[in-house]
């Protein structure tokens, strides 16, 4: 299907969507991409390629983790014009999540509330999909977490490791979902630092040293200063090869929907400028040592601009989707495209931090 009547088709549909619940449309959406993504990726100007923790990125438009929990779409989804898509979280074990409701659409703020609680079919069920993938091509991420009711949950990222890196074009571990009791501690420093080494430790013990993945850590916008320096210090030790900043907020800034007091995460409009200060914020504490991955409120090609200039040689989406539909990275290339002309720039890389 052409760019131009999946978007005539989403338009149409948007409406029926959005009166339905929030979870039934997201499974429904992930159907329409089995069906209807085209069948090859479009092509880009190498000026949105570049190489980021060794891999070859065709643009820095991904899709962020939580929209194909059990990595069931990641080639329709690089077929829709994504430069990566990253797929989980996924933990050792199937775990149904939390009770629903647990997603809510807040319209009138363009923004996104969850408490899924790492809903997932489990490794094995992703591993036997992944492994099966008709196209291996294309950068794909796989997000690792661990169990709800885990008594070790370092063990749990270990396992993930473990299995996920022969599959992975990068692991991302996801320390930083609000909807796990007790996972954000894993970001103190010394658990932190527990955490990295086992996971490494099991990706090497996986993979021979020309086939390990790089690791990237997904960090929450709710962090103080001496978080942020702690974390930073951290990444460079480790060599990670990236900081995806951020996740979901637990803030709550001024909102309009009646969804507003709902708990859970906040994606979507309202967290682009915490999200762009966190990138900023850490930035400045890697010294550009650590490659960023901007995410939170990029919703059009200002947005990702925005982020790519404060720093980040990546950006991701997920919520904006909802309400742009599956046209957006496209549409967001071909606007960076027009932006880094304007700004007199010859590439994404040479922009990078440039603000």
Same mark, same amino acid.
């Given at each position: 299907?052409?760019?131009?009547a999946?978007a005539?088709?989403?338009s149409l549909?948007?409406?029926?969507?959005?009166?339905i619940d929030a979870?039934k449309?997201h499974g429904l959406a992930?159907?329409?991409?089995?069906l209807?993504?085209?069948a090859?990726?479009?092509?880009?100007?190498?000026s949105l390629?570049?190489v980021v923790?060794?891999i070859?990125?065709?643009n820095p438009?991904g899709?962020a983790a939580?929209f194909?929990?059990?990595?069931?779409v990641?080639?329709?989804?690089?077929?829709?014009?994504f430069?990566?898509?990253? @797929?989980g979280?996924i933990?050792?074990?199937?775990q149904?999540?939390?009770? =629903? #409701?647990?997603? !809510?659409r807040? +319209?009138?703020?363009?923004?996104?509330?969850?408490r899924?609680?790492?809903?997932?079919s489990?490794a094995?069920?992703?591993?036997?999909?992944l492994?099966a993938?008709?196209?291996?091509?294309?950068?794909?991420?796989?997000?690792?977490g661990?169990?709800?009711?885990?008594?070790d949950?370092?063990?749990?990222?270990?396992i993930m490791a473990k299995?996920?890196a022969?599959?992975a074009s990068?692991?991302?571990?996801?320390?930083s979902?609000?909807?796990?009791?007790?996972l954000r501690a894993?970001?103190?420093?010394?658990?932190?630092t527990?955490?990295?080494?086992? @996971?490494?430790e099991?990706r090497?013990?996986?993979?021979?040293p020309?086939? =390990? #993945?790089?690791? !990237?850590l997904? +960090?929450?916008p709710?962090l103080?200063?001496a978080?942020?320096d702690?974390i930073?210090r951290?990444?460079i030790?480790?060599?990670?090869?990236?900081?995806?900043v951020?996740n979901?907020?637990?803030?709550?800034?001024a909102?309009a929907?009646?969804?507003?007091g709902?708990?859970?995460?906040?994606s979507?409009?309202p967290l682009?400028?915490?999200?762009?200060?966190?990138?900023r914020?850490?930035r400045?504490?890697?010294?550009?040592?650590?490659a960023?991955?901007?995410v939170g409120?990029i919703?059009n090609?200002?947005?990702?601009?925005a982020?790519i200039r404060?720093g980040?040689?990546?950006?991701?989406?997920?919520s904006?989707m909802v309400?742009?539909?599956?046209?957006?990275?496209?549409k967001i290339?071909?606007?960076?495209i027009?932006?880094?002309?304007?700004d007199?720039f010859a590439?994404?890389?040479e922009a990078?931090?440039s603000e």
């Amino acid at each position: 299907m052409s760019r131009y009547a999946t978007a005539v088709l989403y338009s149409l549909i948007k409406p029926a969507l959005f009166r339905i619940d929030a979870e039934k449309a997201h499974g429904l959406a992930l159907s329409a991409l089995r069906l209807a993504a085209p069948a090859r990726a479009p092509a880009y100007p190498p000026s949105l390629a570049s190489v980021v923790a060794g891999i070859a990125f065709p643009n820095p438009v991904g899709m962020a983790a939580g929209f194909d929990k059990d990595g069931e779409v990641p080639d329709a989804l690089l077929r829709m014009g994504f430069g990566s898509a990253e @797929v989980g979280s996924i933990t050792p074990l199937p775990q149904a999540g939390n009770p =629903r #409701p647990r997603l !809510f659409r807040l +319209v009138e703020d363009r923004a996104v509330i969850n408490r899924m609680g790492f809903n997932n079919s489990g490794a094995q069920v992703a591993v036997d999909r992944l492994e099966a993938r008709a196209d291996t091509s294309g950068v794909v991420g796989i997000n690792i977490g661990a169990n709800k009711d885990s008594t070790d949950r370092v063990a749990d990222y270990a396992i993930m490791a473990k299995l996920m890196a022969p599959i992975a074009s990068y692991l991302a571990v996801n320390i930083s979902s609000p909807n796990t009791p007790g996972l954000r501690a894993l970001q103190d420093e010394s658990a932190l630092t527990g955490l990295l080494d086992a @996971v490494i430790e099991a990706r090497d013990a996986a993979c021979p040293p020309a086939k =390990r #993945p790089p690791v !990237f850590l997904k +960090v929450a916008p709710d962090l103080e200063p001496a978080d942020i320096d702690a974390i930073a210090r951290i990444a460079i030790d480790k060599r990670l090869g990236a900081l995806i900043v951020s996740n979901t907020t637990i803030s709550r800034p001024a909102l309009a929907s009646v969804h507003k007091g709902e708990s859970g995460g906040l994606s979507g409009a309202p967290l682009r400028d915490l999200a762009q200060q966190r990138l900023r914020d850490f930035r400045k504490a890697t010294g550009g040592a650590v490659a960023l991955v901007g995410v939170g409120g990029i919703a059009n090609a200002e947005d990702a601009w925005a982020r790519i200039r404060a720093g980040a040689s990546l950006v991701q989406l997920y919520s904006a989707m909802v309400y742009e539909g599956p046209t957006i990275a496209r549409k967001i290339c071909k606007g960076l495209i027009e932006l880094m002309k304007r700004d007199g720039f010859a590439s994404i890389a040479e922009a990078v931090g440039s603000e």
